[in-house]
Nanobody, 125 residues
Framework: QVQLVESGGGSVQAGGSLRLSCAAS?????????MAWYRQAPGKEREGVAA????????FYADSVKGRFTISRDNAKNTVYLQMNSLKAEDTAMYYC?????????????????WGQGTQVTVSS
């Protein structure tokens, strides 16, 4: 059974940094596969943060994190990372890793067949 396990969350002050990791097990990658990070704050809908495709190409980012967050992947380790710099209080949320092979926008949550349990990020101002 495919598993996505996130780690690296925690509490930091505004302006600080964190790096999230998502380790995928028993997941067979294909060229069209997409790995993404989503987040959900209390009382808000889950929103896409960043995405990267196995086949390469420019990663995608939400406007709210452009220039501050960087998504990357290590295919040999089956791991995806999210480097988060210049964190703001509004970045506070549960962060989820997700994987999809279906075609379509990375912003469509229904296309992602696999989700991790999430890792909490709390940024204090």
């Amino acid at each position: 059974q495919v598993q996505l396990v996130e780690s690296g969350g925690g509490s930091v002050q505004a302006g600080g940094s964190l790096r999230l990791s998502c380790a995928a097990s028993k997941y067979t990658y294909s060229t069209n596969d997409c790995m993404a990070w989503y987040r959900q704050a209390p009382g808000k809908e889950r929103e896409g943060v960043a995405a990267i495709y196995t086949g390469g190409g420019t990663p995608f980012y939400a406007d709210s994190v452009k220039g501050r967050f960087t998504i990357s992947r290590d295919n040999a380790k089956n791991t995806v990372y999210l480097q988060m710099n210049s964190l703001k209080a509004e970045d506070t949320a549960m962060y989820y890793c997700a994987a999809k092979s279906a075609a379509g926008s990375w912003l469509r949550t229904e296309l992602f067949g696999y989700w991790g349990q999430g890792t909490q990020v709390t940024v204090s101002s």
